[in-house]
């Protein structure tokens, strides 16, 4: 029992003997928290000209000290820094799920959203790591922070590497899913983490990241609006059953078709799993790959379970059903026919030009009857490259 109890006071920082704390090499930190990759990122040639690794780290913190998250560094195999967040930057690409301004509390956990930058012919590495500066304190017998004492065995800041996860395969060239003038990429990847590279989830006893690369595309009108006339009538959106297309080659594998619309502009109505993406299709496009698309018009889709569909097809209408408060289409490549449990692709498009970038909170606007405010960010053709978020483009 003795040696038990000294264990868990290692764990703890509470107390460690002088001769335990020699027993680790240099290169074994007593690091307090855990990191870990929910999957092995994706590169991906984004619309501003960059590759882009996007990708999550799971820090836990299993013992009953107080840390606080300082600097999270992804470096590469030498140990050299490819992208660094820290202080306000950090925190806005983090979630905590417990505690504040940085710090977990014992028990608590964060995810840190990555985006890591790269110009387009550099060479990438083969593995990424987590380099984290923190700041640990004791908890004290009223719960709350206290300073490690002064003849503490560890220090207070530290510093440690972990969570290193190889680069995994690069991004699925597809054809953009639908044609016209206005399309915004609501949503979209991946320096901001939006409704979809946010949406972390456990599905049996697994996190997933099924809406990394994810976008929601609604449309601008003629007059450069979301919608014209009442915000809740269906017919006020231009966009509203505009023709949606397969992005790829494949076979039908899941399919609902029976979710009525809901009412712009007001919260989502009798949402359970099974119809969260309203009416929907996946289609198994091959090597592992699999395409979703969302939120269509009920009876608008014109395929069954086990068709195979070309490239180009109409398979559907764009709608406003399941967990929908607009009409959109929303799509996404995954690893599985589940939309949920599965893990988010990259993918590029083949061919789109870019108008230029919604103005930072525009989006939220456009949702109140504003009109468009757009920045001239990224625009021009572009050719095999992902959209990135709230980016307005063209299809043709």
């Given at each position: 029992?003795?040696?038990?109890?000294?264990?868990?006071?290692?764990?703890?920082?509470?107390?460690?003997?002088?001769?335990?704390?020699?027993?680790?090499?240099?290169?074994?930190?007593?690091?307090?928290?855990?990191?870990?990759?929910?999957?092995?990122?994706?590169?991906?040639?984004?619309?501003?000209?960059?590759?882009?690794?996007?990708?999550?780290?799971?820090?836990?913190?299993?013992?009953?000290?107080?840390?606080?998250?300082?600097?999270?560094?992804?470096?590469?195999?030498?140990?050299?820094?490819?992208?660094?967040?820290?202080?306000?930057?950090?925190?806005?690409?983090?979630?905590?799920?417990?505690?504040?301004?940085?710090?977990?509390?014992?028990?608590?956990?964060?995810?840190?959203?990555?985006?890591?930058?790269?110009?387009?012919?550099?060479?990438?590495?083969?593995?990424?790591?987590?380099?984290?500066?923190?700041?640990r304190?004791?908890?004290?017998?009223?719960?709350?922070?206290?300073?490690?004492p002064?003849?503490?065995?560890?220090?207070?800041?530290?510093?440690?590497?972990?969570?290193?996860?190889?680069?995994?395969?690069?991004a699925v060239?597809?054809?953009?899913?639908?044609?016209?003038?206005?399309?915004?990429a609501?949503d979209?990847?991946c320096?901001?983490?939006?409704?979809?590279?946010?949406?972390?989830?456990?599905?049996?006893?697994?996190?997933?990241?099924?809406?990394?690369?994810?976008?929601?595309?609604?449309?601008?009108?003629?007059?450069?609006?979301?919608?014209?006339?009442?915000?809740?009538?269906?017919?006020?959106?231009?966009?509203?059953?505009?023709?949606?297309?397969?992005?790829?080659?494949?076979?039908?594998?899941?399919?609902?078709?029976?979710?009525?619309?809901?009412?712009?502009?007001?919260?989502?109505?009798?949402?359970?799993?099974?119809?969260?993406?309203?009416?929907?299709?996946?289609?198994?496009?091959?090597?592992?790959?699999?395409?979703?698309?969302?939120?269509?018009?009920?009876?608008?889709?014109?395929?069954?379970?086990?068709?195979?569909?070309?490239?180009?097809?109409?398979?559907?209408?764009?709608?406003?059903?399941?967990?929908?408060?607009?009409?959109?289409?929303h799509f996404?490549?995954?690893?599985?026919?589940?939309?949920?449990?599965?893990?988010?692709?990259?993918?590029?498009?083949?061919?789109?030009?870019?108008q230029?970038?919604?103005?930072?909170?525009?989006?939220?606007?456009?949702?109140?009857?504003?009109?468009?405010?757009i920045?001239?960010?990224?625009?021009?053709?572009?050719v095999?490259?992902?959209?990135?978020?709230?980016?307005v483009?063209?299809?043709?």
């Open positions: 029992m003795r040696f038990q109890s000294l264990l868990v006071a290692i764990a703890g920082l509470l107390a460690v003997t002088a001769a335990m704390a020699q027993s680790l090499k240099p290169d074994e930190i007593l690091s307090s928290v855990t990191v870990q990759p929910i999957s092995e990122p994706n590169p991906v040639l984004g619309a501003d000209g960059r590759v882009h690794l996007a990708y999550e780290l799971v820090i836990n913190n299993p013992g009953n000290v107080f840390v606080r998250l300082d600097k999270v560094e992804a470096i590469d195999e030498a140990g050299k820094s490819l992208s660094s967040l820290q202080g306000e930057g950090l925190a806005k690409m983090m979630h905590l799920y417990s505690g504040r301004d940085r710090q977990l509390p014992p028990g608590g956990t964060a995810i840190v959203f990555m985006d890591v930058g790269f110009a387009e012919n550099d060479s990438l590495p083969q593995h990424v790591s987590a380099r984290i500066e923190a700041f304190e004791n908890a004290g017998l009223d719960g709350k922070p206290t300073p490690l002064a003849d503490a065995p560890v220090s207070a800041s530290y510093s440690f590497i972990g969570g290193t996860t190889a680069i995994g395969k690069p060239v597809v054809e953009p899913p639908l044609r016209g003038t206005g399309w915004v609501a979209g990847c320096d901001t983490v939006t409704a979809h590279r946010g949406a972390v989830m456990a599905v049996n006893g697994r996190l997933r990241v099924p809406e990394r690369f994810a976008i929601d595309w609604i449309r601008l009108d003629a007059g450069s609006r979301l919608f014209t006339g009442n915000a809740q009538d269906l017919a006020s959106y231009s966009f509203y059953g505009a023709e949606v297309h397969a992005a790829a080659d494949g076979v039908v594998v899941n399919l609902y078709d029976q979710a009525d619309e809901q009412i712009p502009s007001q919260p989502a109505r009798g949402i359970v799993p099974a119809n969260i993406g309203g009416n929907m299709l996946v289609t198994d496009i091959g090597n592992g790959a699999f395409a979703f698309y969302a939120h269509l018009q009920r009876g608008s889709l014109r395929v069954k379970l086990g068709d195979r569909v070309k490239a180009g097809q109409v398979i559907g209408l764009v709608g406003n059903t399941g967990n929908s408060t607009a009409p959109h289409l996404q490549l995954m690893d599985g026919p589940s939309p949920l449990n599965a893990d988010s692709l990259p993918f590029v498009l083949t061919r789109f030009s870019g230029g970038v919604l103005a930072a909170g525009n989006e939220e606007e456009l949702e109140q009857g504003a009109l468009a405010r920045e001239p960010r990224w625009r021009g053709d572009h095999n490259q992902l959209p990135l978020n709230d980016q483009v063209d299809f043709h």
